[in-house]
């Protein structure tokens, strides 16, 4: 897998360019603002954008997410469908959060645990990770040993779970589970922040430690 991370919004969101380097197949990964960045970044690398993928329902992941999809024709694929509660709030988020109003929208597909993800040549895991928002999942890259985990695991800290339908329990059955379970060397981009590795949160991680 070959990535560009792209922060957007005031609150720095990565979102992720990801594709095939052997057919230039791409998905942009978490699109929640700035869409001229976005569209911009794709030109500059000369890939072909064949789906929108969504960790969760929050704004700043899901903002800018249908002009994307209108811009390159691309199907709209996750998250898990506990988190249309969220999609289906957007523009209530928008009025909370002071960013111009986005409309409620439903995926093309909704993912399950376990699903398998293609672009291009490249296949990615879907594994469900509840606790920040009922229906959040994480891609992961087996081949490239690289996951990209949204809100549930940061660079030391984790996921919010005082928003409504989260929960701290579950959120970190999930981390232990679903990303903890990867080995120590695979890297993953969070939703927001720097990147790290499974096993220097292992070790290093105050809140699951």
């Known amino acids: 897998m070959a990535y560009r991370i792209i922060p957007v919004t005031p609150f720095a969101q990565n979102a992720s360019i990801i594709w095939c380097e052997q057919t230039k197949k791409a998905a942009i990964v978490d699109p929640g603002g700035d869409p001229k960045d976005l569209q911009d970044a794709v030109?500059?690398?000369?890939?072909?954008?064949?789906?929108?993928?969504l960790t969760h329902g929050h704004l700043d992941h899901v903002g800018a997410t249908e002009i994307i999809a209108q811009r390159f024709a691309a199907p709209i694929v996750g998250p898990q469908q506990?988190?249309?509660?969220?999609?289906?709030?957007?523009?209530?988020q928008s009025q909370m959060f002071g960013f111009p109003r986005v409309e409620s929208f439903a995926p093309s597909q909704w993912?399950?645990?376990?699903?398998?993800?293609?672009?291009?040549e490249m296949e990615l895991e879907v594994r469900h990770t509840p606790g920040h928002t009922p229906g959040h999942v994480v891609f992961i890259d087996h081949a490239a040993k690289l996951a990209i985990v949204g809100?549930?695991?940061?660079?030391?800290?984790?996921?919010?779970?005082?928003?409504?339908?989260?929960?701290?329990?579950?959120l970190i059955k999930a981390i232990n589970e679903q990303l903890y379970s990867l080995e120590d060397?695979?890297?993953?981009i969070p939703g927001h922040g720097p990147m790290s590795t499974i096993g220097e949160e292992k070790r290093m991680n105050p809140f699951t430690r």
């Open 185 to 188: 060397d695979y890297q993953f």
């Open 43 to 53: 030109e500059e690398l000369g890939v072909e954008v064949e789906k929108i993928l």
């Open 151 to 170: 809100d549930v695991l940061f660079k030391r800290s984790i996921g919010r779970t005082d928003f409504p339908q989260g929960d701290h329990p579950t």
């Open 82 to 92: 506990a988190d249309d509660f969220w999609l289906s709030q957007l523009p209530m």
């Open 111 to 120: 993912l399950e645990h376990g699903e398998v993800v293609t672009i291009g």
